[in-house]
């Protein structure tokens, strides 16, 4: 399966269930406040059907965009020999550390170019789909493959890497809610500009392994809604 986000189907659906909660809302204003006021009997009946018709429209509406919302291929949860998104209470961190890995294998096809040049400002915008949330995503990928590597020359990548690399890496980690990772990774690599000092990164994040793939799998399952 091709991981590309759908993002015609994704709009459609999302201004489905907007125009739906605007009926709903406007049906039931309309029969809240406007048939109590309406002068007539004729009137009162005319606005009790609108408000009835709208509420229904919404109703429907939303009803569509809900069974709809789950037959487009999610991100992480699709999987291609049931045919279908899988349940979210089933995703784990090897479903999601394997989709990130065949992600990544499209950017690069090899961890070291993947560390040169910027990954994050030379991927096409629409490849980290809806509000490019899958930039953090990225982000703390590249950080735990550090970590599984394991090896002085996998570390000397980041030493090595190109400074704006560095900063879209911590910026898309702060966006995800980080604070001390950002500061001390920025911190890392000032410091061993020019020394190629591999001790303090490497004890940095092999000391946050656990943490950086606890933080990549709550932030995939707390945004789970934008993986279509």
């Known amino acids: 399966m091709d991981f590309k986000f759908n993002f015609n189907t994704k709009h459609f659906i999302l201004g489905l269930f907007s125009f739906g909660a605007v009926m709903l809302i406007g049906g039931i204003l309309v029969l809240a406040l406007g048939v109590p006021h309406a002068v007539g009997g ?28 789950d037959t487009d291929p999610h991100f992480f949860r699709y999987s291609r020999q049931l045919g279908r998104n899988i349940p979210l209470e089933e ?22 170019r993947l560390w040169q040049g910027n990954v994050f400002a030379d991927t096409p ?15 703390y990928k590249m950080l735990y493959d550090l970590a599984k590597t394991d090896r002085d020359e996998t570390w000397e990548l980041f030493n090595a890497a190109d400074p704006a690399l560095i900063d879209a890496l911590t910026e898309a ?6 604070d001390a990772m950002p500061r001390a990774l920025q911190r890392a690599y000032n410091d061993a500009a020019g020394i190629h000092d591999i001790v303090w990164i490497r004890d940095f994040i092999m000391g946050n392994e656990k943490y950086i793939r606890r933080r990549m799998d709550s932030f995939v ?7 279509y």
């Open 173 to 178: 980690l702060t966006n995800a809610g980080e």
């Open 42 to 69: 004729f009137y009162k009946v005319m606005l009790g059907i609108i408000g009835v018709l709208m509420m229904l429209g919404g109703a429907v509406s939303v009803f569509l965009a809900v069974i709809s919302r």
């Open 91 to 112: 995703l784990t961190f090897d479903r999601i550390n394997g989709c990130m890995t065949f992600f990544v294998q499209k950017l690069a096809d090899s961890q070291e």
């Open 221 to 227: 399952r707390s945004h789970d809604e934008y993986f």
């Open 125 to 139: 915008v629409e490849d980290f789909g809806t509000y490019e949330i899958l930039r953090p995503v990225l982000a």
